[in-house]
């Protein structure tokens, strides 16, 4: 049945791909039976992508086949021109038709992939927008959207099923609901995450998810105290004594300020801190060292309205910027201490180079120098906190930044499945008893 199919397809694409030909040679209603055929084949083709479920991966394929069929449309219509005898005028016309006919085919299924495909990348985009639009040059170019289409479908299938041996399991369903605190430069908006999938991967597993509200650029001491009423009102509202924390960056040190300078420790259980500069970042240092104060305060004022105008009250850029050098995060940790009832746990990512993040080049490069090994803006060693389990990275070259690690892209890399990492991390804590 599937060689039937595949026949009938192709079929009807030499068909089209030699409509002036077929208009030569058949009668009106040999031509009509075809077009019927034509449309027949599209409702139904349009029906079984609707019908089907993970619509979106279903379209990717549907674009990797229309390559396929229109390569192999070409070979075919060579042979067919070679071997059946035309008029002059009308084989003309008939190779124009063909050779327009199947380019737009073809960029057609490129176009489906281009425009559903969740592991292309803006700079991978944009070189595949200078290249697919020149013939011949163009097939390496349809090749590598098809194999990023085949590679994002059997993503996708594993995923399915490892959702459904997870079913009813409720593999994230902590003791305490889980508050998540974002990082420097961020606010929790309603419709862009700064977690991408992950809040939502977590809720289908049992997880009750709640965010920290916290000013983007205010001081730590100051996102101290919103978030001691944020857990004060999820405490309230979900009838439980105390939350688990997951605080990425920044966030990880307003939890640390808030578990003990505003004496939350009695409700907070658990803390897990990804990539959070625990011991400053020495790029910092040197960026403060060499830019006169007259200018960073000017800058920072006008930092401080562009944030003020998205929603921070207190935006403090020139001060927190501060907070994140070594000689203001030793002070804070001979300050701030850990409170002996909290679980504190932290993670960690690698970049394996320069490139591999471009917005990151420049801090990579100076911490590589001066530190080692980093996610672009932190050092592993500074990332350490409580008990340190793993620093996240792969094999490939690309590795795990800074903004990875929060499903900044909304994507998955080779060797890293970052929502997964999250379902990990969490299923740990429930069966840690938190």
Not at 287 to 304: A, E, M, Q, T
Request: glycine content about 6%.
């Amino acid at each position: 049945m599937r060689y039937i199919k595949l026949l009938f397809q192709m079929t009807l694409l030499l068909i089209c791909a030699h409509l002036p030909w077929i208009i030569a040679q058949c009668t009106f209603w040999q031509i009509a039976g075809m077009l019927i055929l034509l449309l027949i084949n599209i409702v139904w083709g349009i029906l079984s992508v609707i019908k089907k479920k993970h619509k979106r991966i279903q379209i990717l394929m549907k674009g990797r086949k229309m390559i396929a069929y229109g390569l192999w449309g070409y070979l075919l219509s060579i042979i067919i021109i070679w071997k059946v005898p035309m008029n002059i005028a009308w084989y003309i016309a008939d190779i124009i038709w063909m050779l327009c006919f199947l380019y737009l085919y073809i960029l057609c299924g490129a176009g489906l992939i281009f425009i559903f495909s969740k592991r292309l990348r803006i700079i991978k985009r944009g070189l595949i927008c200078l290249v697919l639009f020149i013939p011949i040059v163009h097939i390496p170019v349809l090749c590598y959207l098809r194999y990023k289409a085949k590679e994002e479908w059997d993503h996708e299938l594993y995923m399915v099923d490892i959702r459904a041996l997870r079913a009813n399991k409720q593999i994230c369903a902590t003791r305490y609901p889980i508050l998540m605190l974002h990082g420097v430069g961020f606010r929790d908006f309603k419709y862009v995450n700064y977690w991408g999938r992950i809040p939502k991967v977590l809720s289908e597993n049992g997880a009750i998810i709640y965010y920290g509200n916290q000013e983007a650029f205010a001081t730590v001491e100051h996102n101290g105290k919103q978030i001691q009423h944020r857990i004060l009102e999820i405490c309230e509202q979900q009838h439980c004594d105390k939350v688990n924390i997951i605080a990425h960056s920044k966030g990880g040190l307003d939890a640390r300020y808030v578990i003990h300078a505003c004496g939350m420790g009695e409700h907070v259980a658990s803390l897990t801190t990804i990539s959070t500069p625990h011991r400053g970042c020495r790029f910092v240092d040197v960026l403060i060292k060499i830019v006169p104060d007259g200018i960073y305060r000017r800058l920072s004022s006008i930092f401080d309205g562009f944030f003020h105008r998205i929603g921070d009250e207190y935006p403090d850029f020139y001060t927190v910027t501060h907070q994140f050098s070594t000689t203001w995060a030793k002070q804070f940790n001979t300050d701030i201490k850990d409170d002996p009832n909290v679980y504190y746990q932290s993670y960690m990512s690698f970049m394996h180079g320069a490139f591999s993040h471009i917005l990151l080049t420049i801090p990579y490069l100076f911490i590589k120098l001066v530190d080692g090994k980093s996610d672009g803006l932190v050092s592993e060693e500074s990332a350490k906190w409580g008990n340190f389990r793993k620093t996240f990275e792969n094999e490939h070259y690309r590795g795990i930044s800074h903004g990875d690690i929060i499903d900044l892209t909304r994507e998955d890399y080779k060797g890293f499945q970052v929502c997964e990492t999250y379902v990990d991390i969490v299923k740990e804590l429930k069966d840690k008893g938190y």
